[in-house]
């Protein structure tokens, strides 16, 4: 058995869902935070049979897809003068950032 843990685009969260729900799979769905953008995104827990995991796979790849997103650089304190504003970078974000762990033991009560 595998753990699926991905981390997806908030907008693409509904989609990947219903995808998800149609092919059968239990999901749990968190609020989380990108610790670089600090902007909301959603983690997937999702525990699934071996032979599940590329059925699983395929639907982020259908589901989630790649966006640019524009990160504010702050000037260091006393660094901003002149009227000199620092221009913001542009990261490229997603689709889906996935991993799949082998789970040891897996019990409901
Ligand atoms: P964030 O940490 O907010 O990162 C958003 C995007 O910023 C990343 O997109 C990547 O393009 C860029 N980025 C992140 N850290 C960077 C760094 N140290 N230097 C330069 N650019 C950086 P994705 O790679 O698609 O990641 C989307 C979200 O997935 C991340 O949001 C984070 O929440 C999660 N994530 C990605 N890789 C991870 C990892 N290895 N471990 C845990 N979480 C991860």
């Known amino acids: 058995?595998?753990?699926?843990?991905?981390?997806?685009?908030?907008?693409?969260?509904?989609?990947?869902?219903?995808n998800l729900r149609e092919q059968g799979h239990f999901v749990t769905k968190l609020s989380s935070t990108g610790g670089?953008?600090?902007?909301?995104?959603?983690?997937?827990?999702?525990?699934?049979?071996?032979e599940q995991v590329e059925g699983v796979l395929k639907s982020f790849e259908n589901t989630c897809r790649s966006r640019r997103q524009l990160m504010p650089v702050c000037a260091p304190y006393g660094t901003a003068q002149g009227g000199f504003i620092p221009k913001p970078i542009e990261v490229v974000m997603g689709g889906a950032t996935v991993f799949v762990l082998d789970v040891e033991q897996f019990k409901k009560f």
Do not use: Q, S, Y
Not at 36 to 49: A, C, D, K, S, Y
């Open 1 to 18: 058995m595998k753990l699926i843990v991905a981390i997806i685009h908030d907008d693409d969260v509904n989609n990947t869902l219903d």
């Open 36 to 50: 670089f953008l600090r902007t909301g995104n959603t983690t997937l827990l999702i525990g699934v049979e071996d």
